[in-house]
């Protein structure tokens, strides 16, 4: 029986692989760092002529497009009527423009306190119904656009939302 010899290849220099792996590596993450890069600025640009075109539009004397305020939630306890209820409610209120959410989250100690005190005021029974939200949702208003400190710093809340209304 005769031997074949096996053909040999080369041995290749360790150093040489890692050195290639360490090059593909480096290209690859600067090309990955100057795609993110670009990506931003480019995104950035967007949201800048986004804003100068709602900029534009509302100089033009078109409609402003609407501001909304979420509040944290309330958790209340209801008057008693047969049994004692629980109130937790989730809002958030559309004001007109940035002035008065700015002006809403300033005096935001003041209005979660008002907003407390008309809530745990109602009654299960009335604000179950669709008409009673809606009365509620009016009165909000009102305890928001109240007079702060003998000035009405908040005067344009258009509406609240009610995201969460549970009552137990």
């Given at each position: 029986?005769?031997?074949?010899?096996?053909?040999?290849?080369?041995?290749?220099?360790?150093?040489?692989?890692?050195?290639?792996?360490?090059?593909?590596?480096?290209?690859?993450?600067?090309?990955?760092?100057?795609?993110?890069?670009?990506?931003?600025?480019?995104?950035?640009?967007?949201?800048?002529?986004?804003?100068?075109?709602?900029?534009?539009?509302?100089?033009?004397?078109e409609?402003?497009?609407?501001?909304?305020?979420?509040?944290?939630?309330?958790?209340?306890?209801?008057?008693?009527?047969?049994?004692?209820k629980?109130?937790?409610?989730?809002?958030?209120?559309?004001?007109?423009?940035?002035?008065?959410?700015?002006?809403?989250?300033?005096?935001?100690?003041?209005?979660?306190?008002?907003?407390?005190?008309?809530?745990?005021?109602?009654?299960?029974?009335?604000?179950?119904l669709?008409?009673?939200?809606?009365?509620?949702?009016?009165?909000?208003?009102?305890?928001?656009?109240?007079?702060?400190?003998?000035?009405?710093?908040?005067?344009n809340?258009?509406h609240?939302?009610?995201?969460?209304?549970?009552i137990q």
């Open positions: 029986m005769s031997q074949i010899p096996e053909p040999t290849t080369p041995k290749k220099s360790k150093k040489k692989l890692i050195i290639i792996v360490s090059i593909v590596l480096a290209l690859a993450i600067a090309g990955a760092a100057a795609y993110f890069l670009l990506l931003s600025k480019g995104s950035a640009s967007h949201k800048e002529a986004k804003t100068e075109i709602v900029e534009e539009k509302t100089k033009e004397g409609e402003e497009l609407p501001i909304f305020v979420a509040l944290e939630t309330f958790t209340v306890n209801l008057q008693p009527y047969t049994s004692e629980f109130l937790q409610v989730s809002m958030t209120l559309q004001v007109r423009n940035q002035k008065e959410a700015e002006a809403i989250k300033n005096y935001m100690p003041l209005i979660r306190d008002r907003i407390n005190i008309l809530l745990s005021s109602q009654n299960a029974d009335e604000i179950t669709a008409e009673g939200k809606n009365m509620l949702a009016k009165k909000i208003i009102e305890q928001v656009t109240a007079p702060i400190s003998g000035k009405s710093a908040i005067k809340v258009s609240v939302m009610f995201t969460s209304f549970i």
